[in-house]
């Protein structure tokens, strides 16, 4: 083995070894969230329920369906997060190496400790969610272009298949991923038929297309079949709904959810210290890595392999904002991609900067300081308490058979997503069940419940009853009341009305 890939290959295995120690300090401290349940669920499914349920929501079912092959069951929420990590963990190994490779071992090594102690890269590597996986394939993909793109300009034969074939794999199962597999393969993919340095080099483009091939087909695939519709079904509903507006104040926030993701604030309240430095710590280490940013970027005049993250990250931040134009993808977890592409310039940035001075440390030390405090206590950060306010209404809901609940709720009210916390645990034991899904209530769907012979449930508030009522509905066989709300049902079942 020749001494720079040896050299590449420890550089990969460090910083997959503090990325992963990180990232499993904690992984058990949080309770489930809403879509880690959806999690638990689907893997809890048989492998066509599995598929069904995910495919159904234009969702993957890749990342659910290896947590079934790994033996993982359902009810496993931590077991799922580690596994989410230690994706996560050869990500950032991989791009390490790559860069060790290609750009070099400074580079590769202030890239691995600034993503290791990422806080917002801890806090979606400690979900049981797709986003993990996702890294992993990126970062495949990524370390691919980079050895592409540290070809160009050089003539005559250059052995690129073992890039291209990283390139080919990593982006198309980052497509089957997740959406955000798809932007990347295309913000990264595109660029170099933009960039005139690129554009120029007519042989380092014949080998780009060639390693385009798969990648793209699969892309397209993906999003026909699962992204495309899911898109379209959703176009007046959930994306529709602005959860972080574009705009300044949008751009702000979502740049320090990146930065820090509440892990500084988080560290500050733990250890007693005035919150008031939060924001002007965020706004130091932002021109720090901003600075360190522009170095990177400047370097990779001299390493072409840094042209791969920059079109990365440019590429990807454009597409997800014209994006947000109409959608609400201004969050943080949809841009993982593009900042482990960042961090990559940074890192050759740091390196860069401890090349020409040695007082460069000033600006270096801080900065890795502020990444592993926010890191730190981001990873051990045990999150609020569950509200459990609803669990003596779940209690009763399950008193009978949940294939035969039809629940309505109080479309204004807000309860959907508790109740579904509180039910959908109870289902993990029984895989053939289809999903229960709360609807909002309406006189017409009460009505088709109780002509279809089934359990009938409504959860509302008193004034939802009584409208009810007056519009038609017939009385319930009995009421639990919980203060301001009311559980109402409609049905046979005896064991529904015991005191």
């Not at 295995?13 to 959806?38: H, K, M, N, Q, S």
């Not at 496993?76 to 860069?99: H, P, Q």
């Not at 595109?190 to 060639?210: G, H, N, S, V």
Request: aromatic share 12%; hydrophobic share 50%; net charge positive.
């Amino acid at each position: 083995m020749a001494a720079n890939t040896r050299t590449a290959l420890l550089v990969a295995l460090a910083t997959f070894a503090l990325a992963l120690a990180v990232r499993l300090i904690g992984v058990d401290l949080r309770e489930p969230w809403l879509d880690e349940v959806y999690s638990q669920f689907a893997v809890s499914r048989e492998w066509y329920g599995l598929a069904a349920d995910r495919i159904s929501r234009g969702h993957s079912p890749l990342y659910y369906a290896l947590m079934k092959a790994f033996g993982i069951p359902g009810g496993d929420v931590v077991a799922m997060r580690m596994a989410s990590s230690i994706f996560d963990a050869l990500g950032a190994g991989i791009v390490a190496g790559a860069l060790a490779l290609h750009v070099g071992r400074p580079t590769a090594l202030f890239f691995g400790f600034l993503y290791a102690w990422s806080p917002v890269a801890i806090h979606w590597a400690q979900n049981a969610r797709p986003y993990g996986l996702l890294i992993f394939f990126v970062g495949i993909g990524l370390a691919g272009a980079i050895g592409l793109l540290a070809t160009l300009g050089r003539e005559g034969a250059v052995a690129t298949r073992r890039p291209r074939r990283l390139f080919g794999f990593g982006f198309s199962m980052a497509s089957l991923t997740i959406t955000a597999g798809i932007f990347a393969f295309l913000a990264t993919a595109l660029l170099p038929f933009i960039l005139p340095r690129t554009r120029r080099d007519k042989a380092f483009l014949k080998r780009w297309k060639k390693a385009l091939k798969v990648p793209a087909v699969i892309s397209v695939l993906a999003y026909f079949a699962m992204s495309g519709p899911h898109i379209a079904r959703q176009v007046d509903g959930y994306w529709a709904e602005k959860y972080n507006p574009l705009g300044l104040d949008g751009l702000g926030r979502l740049w320090s959810s990146m930065l820090s993701d509440g892990g500084l604030s988080e560290g500050l309240a733990r250890l007693g210290l005035d919150q008031s430095a939060n924001m002007p710590l965020i706004w130091a280490g932002s021109a720090l890595l901003v600075a360190f940013l522009a170095l990177g970027l400047a370097r990779s005049r001299y390493r072409p392999g840094l042209l791969a993250p920059a079109f990365l990250m440019v590429g990807y931040t454009l597409i997800l904002l014209c994006v947000s134009i109409w959608t609400s993808v201004l969050v943080a977890r949809y841009f993982l991609p593009p900042w482990i592409a960042l961090l990559a310039l940074a890192g050759a940035g740091m390196a860069a900067a401890r090349a020409r001075t040695r007082w460069s440390w000033l600006a270096i030390a801080p900065l890795m300081l502020l990444f592993a405090f926010s890191g730190y206590f981001k990873s051990t950060q045990s999150g609020a308490p569950r509200d459990r306010s609803l669990e003596p209404v779940a209690e009763i809901i399950n008193r009978v058979p949940p294939e035969t609940v039809s629940l309505l709720i109080d479309k204004t009210g807000g309860v959907r997503s508790e109740l579904i916390l509180e039910l959908w645990p109870h289902h993990f034991s029984r895989p053939e069940l289809d999903r229960m899904w709360p609807r909002s209530f309406t006189l017409s769907r009460l009505n088709e419940t109780l002509a279809n012979g089934q359990n009938g449930f409504a959860y509302f508030q008193q004034d939802g009853l009584d409208e009810a009522l007056e519009e038609g509905a017939p009385e319930p066989r009995c009421l639990y009341r919980f203060h301001d709300w009311v559980l109402a049902y409609w049905g046979e079942a005896s064991e529904v009305c015991a005191p």
